[in-house]
Structures are given as structure tokens and as C-alpha cells.
């Protein structure tokens, strides 16, 4: 920690009221040892009293003395205060990165962490509809926005708005420590960037829609691991599966809606080719329409090893 000191601010700004310290001290006992002309008295021309004694010359380098020293005393003070000032911050900041090491819990008095939400992507598609890139991710942008720190900012964020009524599926297949958030995480895994098989799909959106009407103040957050495709897809289907937001089988105007939630153009922007197409299958199969299955055509059949016949009973009519 010294070392880190010795480099900051905080060693530079005491190092420059140290230097002026210095100077006062040398102006003042310059003042002290140069002689202000001749020591004895002076008279006047017409032969009068002395115009300043010996006495009154001490007395003018006395206060010229306290006046430096006043200002000495008032720069080691300052001085002093802004080192004080920066080794807490310092204490604060090393402290914070230390604790980001492991999970915690953000005091529910503190003020959201804007920074940590804005790179976790944090995005309301509807009031109780939430959107977010995996939230325990290193930022790719800030260092100091650590997965734990990003992951204490989104459970301080839901806590504090929504007290314990949320719920997060998580769609990225890549786990966490998810007790911060007190395990009130659903993980639907699928390989791949595109959308989840429609008989997947299906669970996924009863099961958010049960959580949704159970109670009117429950919270849905679904994330992958950009916020981007997956979660935007499943979300645009759910708009549609329960006519939430003014949707019902326009699932393509629910992706260009979620894209401007999250300030990107359109769809394109938000999700990929066979995504979009997955959308179209959800949306067919809303209208009753079952995605065409083309017929398929065997080729070839590979085996790794010749097969084996066993060797049956003898035939009567053989030997």
C-alpha cells in the first residue's frame, strides 16, 4: 500500500506543501540574519530623536517571523488534510477491489451502482419484463467492474426495487454463484447461438408466465451472455405468448421494439439470421401452422466395426 502511496496524488501533492513549507522557513531566517542596514540608531537630519531603534527593528523581524511561520502552519495543515483525504480514498479503493474478489452484498442504503448496471446492460422491456447481459461477467471496458461487483450491483438493483419478488432465467450456459441473488435463478441450457427448440422454448415461457401470475408484483429477468440474441428472442416470444405490450403475433415488431428499448436499430442489430427464423417458427406455430419438415435422405450408413451374427440352432432339414 505504501508503494501504491509513494506513486499517487496524494505523495505528490504533500511533497509540493512540503517544498513551499521549506521556502517560508528560508525566507525567514533570511529575514533573521540579514542585517536591515545599521544596527545603531539613526538620527534625523536636523539632529532630532533616532528614526528607528534597535528595539523596534526586533520587534518588526518578530512579526515578520510569526507571519511566516502563521503560513508555514497553515500549509503543513493543508497539506496534512489533502494527504489525509487521499489515503482514504485510496484505503476505499483498494479496499473495494479486495472485496471484489469474493460475492457480497452491497448496503441497501447505498446508491445503485450506475456504472456496474449500465456495463451488466440492465434494460426494462416492460415494467416487469428485465433484460441483461450475463451479470457475472468481467466488464470489457472498465477493470474495475469485476463479475462480483457487476453481480452485487444487479442483486442491489432487483432487492431494492423489487424487494424478493424477481426471478432470473438464465439462458447463457455458463453458471455462478447465484446465492447472492438467493437462488432465485432457472437455468435453461442450449447449445449454440441460436433460439432453443420449440419444445424447450414452450417450458421456458409457461414457466415465466406462472411466475408472472402468481403475484402482480413479480419480476421476470432473463439474461444470456450479451443480452442480446437469445434473451431478446425468448423475450420477444413471450410478448406474443401472453399479448404483453400491445403484441400478439407480430413477434418481428417485438424484436425491433426490444431493439429500441436497448438503443440499437432493429433486429438485425439485436439478433442473427437463424434466430429470426426460429422467431418465424414460433410465430407459425401461434397461428396453428406446424414448421415444415422437409423430407430427408439417407446417403450412406457408417459402422466402426463389421457386424456380428451369432450362429443360430441346426435346422432339421439340414445336417
Known amino acids: ?33 540579514k542585517p536591515k542596514g545599521d544596527a545603531s540608531p539613526k538620527f534625523s537630519v ?21 507571519t511566516g511561520w502563521g503560513s508555514m502552519v497553515e ?20 479496499a473495494s477491489r479486495l472485496r471484489s474478489d469474493r460475492p457480497y452484498r452491497r448496503d441497501p442504503s447505498q446508491p445503485l451502482d450506475v456504472d456496474a448496471l449500465r456495463d451488466a446492460e440492465v434494460v426494462y422491456i416492460t415494467d416487469r419484463i428485465v433484460i441483461m447481459s450475463h451479470p457475472a461477467m468481467q466488464s470489457t471496458v472498465d477493470g474495475d467492474i469485476t463479475p462480483n461487483r457487476k453481480l452485487a450491483a444487479v ?4 432487492q431494492k426495487r423489487h424487494n ?36 424447450l422454448w414452450l417450458k421456458l415461457l409457461v414457466s ?29 416470444a413471450f410478448l406474443c405468448w401472453v399479448g404483453e405490450a400491445g403484441f400478439s403475433d407480430d413477434i418481428y415488431g417485438a424484436l425491433d421494439y426490444i ?5 440499437l436499430g432493429s433486429k438485425e442489430d439485436l439478433t442473427i439470421p437463424s434466430q429470426r427464423r426460429y422467431s418465424q417458427y414460433f410465430s407459425n406455430m401461434l397461428d396453428g401452422v406446424r414448421p415444415a419438415q422437409p423430407p430427408l435422405l439417407l446417403k450412406r450408413i457408417i459402422m466402426s466395426e463389421a457386424p456380428k451374427f451369432a450362429k443360430g440352432p441346426p435346422r432339421p432339414d439340414h445336417p
Open 208 to 236: 415465466m408466465e406462472s411466475w408472472l401470475k402468481a403475484d402482480q408484483s413479480n419480476v421476470a429477468v432473463v439474461h444470456c451472455l450479451t443480452g442480446k440474441g437469445r434473451s431478446s428472442t425468448v423475450v420477444a
Open 1 to 33: 500500500m505504501w508503494k501504491t502511496f509513494v506513486n499517487s496524488e496524494a505523495a505528490q501533492k504533500m511533497a509540493e506543501a512540503l517544498e513551499k513549507t521549506g521556502d517560508v522557513i528560508t525566507k525567514g531566517a533570511e529575514n533573521i540574519a
Open 259 to 263: 431493439a429500441r428499448c436497448k438503443h
Open 75 to 94: 500549509a503543513t495543515q493543508k497539506a496534512v488534510q489533502t494527504t489525509k483525504e487521499k489515503l482514504e480514498q485510496e484505503q476505499n479503493r483498494l
Open 155 to 158: 442483486q442491489h438493483l432487483l
Open 164 to 199: 424478493e419478488k424477481y426471478m432470473i432465467w438464465n439462458l447463457s450456459e455458463v453458471d455462478y454463484d447465484t446465492s447472492i441473488l438467493d437462488d432465485q435463478v432457472l437455468t435453461f441450457s442450449f447449445p449454440g447461438s441460436p433460439s432453443p427448440p420449440l419444445g
Open 46 to 66: 536636523d539632529g532630532g530623536a533616532p528614526t528607528k531603534s534597535l528595539a523596534d527593528q526586533q520587534t518588526e523581524l518578530t512579526k515578520k517571523l510569526k
